[in-house]
T-cell receptor, first 108, second 117 residues
């Protein structure tokens, strides 16, 4: 059974700092997705990673996928308060399995 | 495009009552998904359809839950009878398929917040 783990579960960081969220998964897959969820809101697609070595960047966020290590990272550069949200990775096995989410709080 | 549309946005009902949640996917998307989100269990896939046909319903928690997709633009998730532990946010999502069961990114609706008292 595919399991998806994210860490950390909670991340409090100051504006201007860099940090990385990790997403590990248990079985082979070369398709991984990152989503953002604001409190009380729906999920918004951030990145779709469809092959080993894929790297996508949008603004201060960069996502990468290493299928051999079964690891994806979401790197935050020079965080700003607007990035505060919960971030989910989701891995495509026989169905999409979501990680536990990482609650990111960027302090001004 | 209006995106995925769900109704109602909020539903409060008493235990034992029937609840029906509705979803309109993005036009042209051939996959539709129903998810449930709770603090305890996170985001869980309940069922998904391809071209209106249910493909995987292994996430449906009990026989009290049923889902239908009578046409490409409408799906329902029904709970009968409802119980307090069904309280959650229910999301509908849709996506294009890349073939061979490979999905492209899923677009989520705003969700229905269900409270069963």
């Amino acid at each position: 059974e595919l399991k998806v783990e994210q860490n950390p579960l909670f991340l409090s960081m100051q504006e201007g700092k860099n940090y990385t969220i990790y997403c590990n998964y248990s079985t082979t897959s070369d398709r991984l997705y990152w989503y953002r969820q604001d409190p009380g809101k729906s999920l918004e697609s951030l990145f779709v990673l469809l092959s080993n070595g894929a790297v996508k960047q949008e603004g201060r966020l960069m996502a990468s996928l290493d299928t051999k290590a079964r690891l994806s990272t979401l790197h935050i550069t020079a965080a700003v308060h607007d990035l505060s949200a919960t971030y989910f990775c989701a891995v495509d096995g026989s169905k999409l399995i979501f990680g536990t989410g990482t609650l990111l709080a960027v302090q001004p | 495009d209006a995106g995925v549309i769900q109704s109602p946005r909020h539903e409060v009902t008493e235990m034992g009552q029937e609840v029906t949640l509705r979803c309109k996917p993005i036009s042209g998307h051939d996959y539709l998904f129903w998810y449930r989100q709770t603090m305890m269990r996170g985001l869980e896939l309940l069922i998904y359809f391809n071209n209106n046909v249910p493909i995987d319903d292994s996430g449906m928690p009990e026989d009290r839950f049923s889902a239908k997709m009578p046409n490409a633009s409408f799906s329902t998730l029904k709970i009968q009878p409802s119980e307090p532990r069904d309280s959650a946010v229910y999301f509908c999502a849709s996506s294009l398929g890349l073939g061979a069961g490979i999905f492209y990114e899923q677009y989520f609706g705003p969700g229905t917040r269900l409270t069963v008292t």
